[in-house]
């Protein structure tokens, strides 16, 4: 595992060595491109704190992460992570109850196969009309860019269950209360914790975008306010910081869903 990831590390470690010699011996503009070294400082002064620790303000771990990247990254993910709980807590019930009636299935999938390809980005006119400025426009497109995703996974789950298991079931007189909570749902859930994976990746896409136009802090507001002045040092410590988050947070869906999987590989003692 060790050797795997140090063999994952050369690529990007080369590319950056690469950057920083073309940067240096002005193949590449600073304005335009700063080597990664000029962006390391611009990221790690955007971590300390803007005013000297004063013990009868705040406390010392709040001073600590007041610094401006850390708020805007606490900004982010508390968007993301409020509206994937809206989009999601929306998705799964709806997802399960039009996966198990063919009827409501019938009647609603036109509807769904139309908004389902619609960006969340298209709705940003009509979520400030709706909500005006602020969380609200955020958390709603957010929530929207999350739904989709695990709506669609949700239905292909309980559509997708093995006849044998259910005819088993019916035949051991499984009741429908039964059917459902004891076949459909675990057969359903490997798609469903997938569906949530992408959606929790869709959500920081939507809510970068979001914050460039409906609030005053968070990640992508402070990227876009790097742009007008040309700090594209700035700018790239932002897309660095996402990148982290992004990681961080996948990697943390990557073990729930590996934990409550187990018994779906066999390693459930």
Same mark, same amino acid.
């Given at each position: 595992?060790?050797?795997?990831?140090?063999?994952?590390?050369?690529?990007?470690?080369?590319?950056?060595?690469?950057?920083?010699?073309?940067?240096?011996?002005?193949?590449?503009?600073?304005?335009?491109?700063?080597?990664?070294?000029?962006?390391?400082?611009?990221?790690?002064?955007?971590?300390?704190?803007?005013?000297?620790?004063?013990?009868?303000?705040?406390?010392?771990?709040?001073?600590?992460?007041?610094?401006?990247?850390?708020?805007?990254?606490?900004?982010?993910?508390?968007? /993301? %992570? +409020? &509206?994937?709980? =809206? !989009?999601? #807590?929306? @998705?799964?019930?709806?997802?399960?109850?039009?996966?198990?009636?063919?009827?409501?299935?019938?009647?609603?999938?036109?509807?769904?196969?139309?908004?389902?390809?619609?960006?969340?980005?298209?709705?940003?006119?009509?979520?400030?009309?709706?909500?005006?400025?602020?969380?609200?426009?955020?958390?709603?497109?957010?929530?929207?860019?999350?739904?989709?995703?695990?709506?669609?996974?949700?239905?292909?789950?309980?559509?997708?269950?093995?006849?044998?298991?259910?005819?088993?079931?019916?035949?051991?007189?499984?009741?429908?209360?039964?059917?459902?909570?004891?076949?459909?749902?675990?057969?359903?859930?490997?798609? /469903? %914790? +997938? &569906?949530?994976? =992408? !959606?929790? #990746?869709? @959500?920081?896409?939507?809510?970068?975008?979001?914050?460039?136009?409906?609030?005053?802090?968070?990640?992508?507001?402070?990227?876009?306010?790097?742009?007008?002045?040309?700090?594209?040092?700035?700018?790239?410590?932002?897309?660095?910081?996402?990148?982290?988050?992004?990681?961080?947070?996948?990697?943390?869906?990557?073990?729930?869903?590996?934990?409550?999987?187990?018994?779906?590989?066999?390693?459930?003692?």
């Amino acid at each position: 595992m060790r050797l795997s990831s140090l063999r994952g590390a050369l690529v990007p470690v080369g590319l950056l060595v690469l950057w920083e010699i073309l940067s240096r011996v002005g193949v590449f503009s600073p304005i335009v491109l700063p080597p990664p070294s000029a962006v390391a400082v611009k990221w790690y002064a955007g971590l300390l704190p803007a005013l000297p620790y004063e013990p009868g303000q705040e406390s010392y771990l709040a001073w600590i992460f007041s610094g401006e990247m850390p708020h805007d990254a606490a900004s982010s993910l508390t968007r /993301v %992570l +409020a &509206g994937f709980v =809206i !989009g999601a #807590g929306l @998705a799964v019930p709806t997802g399960l109850m039009l996966g198990t009636s063919d009827r409501l299935y019938g009647l609603f999938n036109p509807l769904l196969q139309v908004l389902r390809p619609i960006p969340p980005i298209a709705y940003i006119p009509l979520a400030i009309v709706w909500f005006g400025l602020g969380n609200p426009p955020a958390l709603f497109l957010i929530a929207l860019g999350t739904f989709f995703p695990v709506l669609v996974n949700t239905i292909a789950g309980v559509r997708q269950v093995d006849s044998i298991y259910i005819r088993a079931a019916r035949n051991l007189g499984a009741n429908s209360w039964t059917m459902f909570r004891r076949v459909i749902l675990p057969a359903a859930s490997p798609y /469903v %914790l +997938a &569906g949530m994976r =992408i !959606g929790i #990746g869709t @959500a920081f896409i939507v809510v970068i975008v979001a914050e460039m136009i409906a609030v005053s802090d968070g990640l992508g507001y402070r990227i876009l306010e790097a742009r007008e002045y040309m700090w594209s040092d700035k700018i790239i410590g932002g897309m660095l910081t996402i990148g982290i988050l992004g990681l961080i947070i996948d990697g943390a869906m990557s073990r729930l869903n590996d934990h409550l999987l187990r018994w779906h590989r066999g390693l459930e003692r």
